[in-house]
T-cell receptor, first 112, second 115 residues
Framework: KNEVEQSPQNLTAQEEEFITINCSYS?????LHWLQQHPGGGIVSLFM???GKKKHGRLIATINIQEKHSSLHITASHPRDSAVYIC??????????????FGKGTRLHILP | DGGITQSPKYLFRKEGQNVTLSCEQN?????MYWYRQDPGQGLRLIYY???????QKGDIAEGYSVSREKKESFPLTVTSAQKNPTAFYLC??????????????FGPGTRLLVL
């Protein structure tokens, strides 16, 4: 059972639309990451969150620790935002190194 | 420019062959990681290393081996014991492993195809 669930799996939208991608997790975490994977495969880290909200340009990430849920929003979406967005959670393990679990990703396609 | 490089970008392997994927970083990071990505699945950890000459198995280490003789290099060997090696392999590094705030930096990946 994957302990990180992302929705939707696939999303197609028109340019300028407001985009929301969701991530739910079932374990207590120390941090949550949002990653962007481009069509060629390279991955870029967008945000790291442990509480609240972060904003970078047109991207906004929020996290609700009590509800074990995070959202990634894209305002004024553009075709260059087309990518796979991956949620990853880091959690503490007793007597072991922190573990990271990755979601399966949300494939976003923005139409011009 | 600091970063992580992986080579080759594409690799073809015949059944029964061992192949080695290269990962180099000049970020002066102590920790390095190897992940495998399959269609429709999240990244899965193969091996990681916190420091030179030390490495730990991840969730799917069977059929793989690694070495960490230098801080900047963490090659992954896919052995003939790996029954389903066709996948996209990603290398990453971070300053350390233990901190909750550690960000991992990813290489461009190597796509391995078994013929």
């Amino acid at each position: 059972k994957n302990e990180v669930e992302q929705s939707p799996q696939n999303l197609t939208a028109q340019e300028e639309e407001f985009i929301t991608i969701n991530c739910s997790y079932s374990v207590g975490i120390s941090a949550l990451h949002w990653l962007q994977q481009h069509p060629g495969g390279g991955i870029v880290s967008l945000f790291m969150l442990s509480s609240g909200k972060k904003k970078h340009g047109r991207l906004i990430a929020t996290i609700n620790i009590q509800e074990k849920h995070s959202s990634l929003h894209i305002t004024a979406s553009h075709p260059r935002d087309s990518a796979v967005y991956i949620c990853a959670v880091r959690f503490f393990q007793m007597n072991r190194d922190d573990k990271i679990i990755f979601g399966k990703g949300t494939r976003l396609h923005i139409l011009p | 420019d600091g970063g992580i490089t992986q080579s080759p970008k594409y690799l073809f392997r015949k059944e029964g062959q061992n192949v080695t994927l290269s990962c180099e970083q000049n970020l002066n990071h102590d920790a390095m990681y190897w992940y495998r990505q399959d269609p429709g699945q999240g990244l899965r950890l193969i091996y990681y290393s916190q420091i030179v000459n030390d490495f730990q198995k991840g969730d799917i280490a069977e059929g793989y081996s690694v070495s960490r003789e230098k801080k900047e290099s963490f090659p992954l060997t896919v052995t003939s014991a790996q029954k389903n090696p066709t996948a996209f392999y990603l290398c990453a590094s971070s300053i350390g492993v233990a901190g909750a705030q550690e960000t991992q930096y990813f290489g461009p990946g190597t796509r391995l195809l078994v013929l």
